[in-house]
């Protein structure tokens, strides 16, 4: 049995989606946060750096979203999440899916968490950090919606969906608080955003983590 520990909204979210996309059976398991639960010597043995999420499927223990992902892909091929292997389309995939977990999703713990990178009590230094990231993430995701403009297809690869739109998705999401242009009001991810939210995987992945609005 796959079993995924999760938080609602989390970096947990992209995982989640997929699952429901292979139509596999799995369990949730609740990580709750605010319990301090990720930093349990439970947890930490599944996931030694505390965060979430964590995927066990059978005896494998498997952690870092991105490779959640990917591996989700490579067991359900059905589900076709991921272009075929070597072809440039394949190539482009993972450029992608690393992209935005080494690039954007870094830059948005940035922002939400500018204290990480400063001496404690350095208030102005956080908030120095917290606005530089949140406009390198404005011009990532120009980058983004730049994809999507370049092809005119309605998922970030083209006209195929593929386990990157999830992440794109939960990448994008996190950006609904920001306080000028969160990536709902970019002219090519809000569609994007939009065929994301009808997915009948996104909506029940919404469902079951009882995500509040707005949604993105």
Not at 35 to 56: R, T
Not at 155 to 173: E, I, K, P, V
């Amino acid at each position: 049995m796959i079993r995924l520990h999760y938080f609602p909204g989390n970096a947990s979210l992209a995982p989640h989606i997929l699952l429901h996309e292979t139509g596999a059976p799995f369990e949730l398991q609740l990580v709750d946060r605010a319990q301090g639960e990720h930093k349990s010597p439970a947890y930490l043995k599944l996931n030694p750096n505390g965060l979430i999420p964590v995927l066990e499927d059978g005896a494998l223990v498997l952690y870092e979203a991105a490779a959640i992902c990917l591996h989700l892909a490579d067991t359900h091929p059905a589900a076709a999440l991921a272009p075929a292997l070597g072809t440039a389309e394949r190539a482009h995939f993972y450029k992608w899916l690393v992209w935005m977990t080494n690039t954007l999703q870094a830059t948005l713990i940035h922002y939400f968490y500018p204290e990480r990178l400063v001496d404690e009590g350095n208030v102005d230094g956080a908030a120095q950090v917290k606005a530089h990231a949140q406009a390198r993430v404005g011009s990532l995701l120009e980058q983004l919606d730049a994809q999507f403009a370049s092809h005119g297809g309605p998922w970030l690869l083209g006209a195929t969906y593929s386990a990157a739109d999830a992440y794109a998705f939960m990448l994008c999401r996190w950006t609904r608080g920001f306080p000028a242009r969160p990536a709902r009001e970019y002219p090519h991810l809000a569609p994007f955003l939009e065929r994301m939210l009808a997915r009948p995987a996104v909506q029940r992945t919404i469902a079951a983590e009882k995500l509040l609005k707005p949604i993105v």
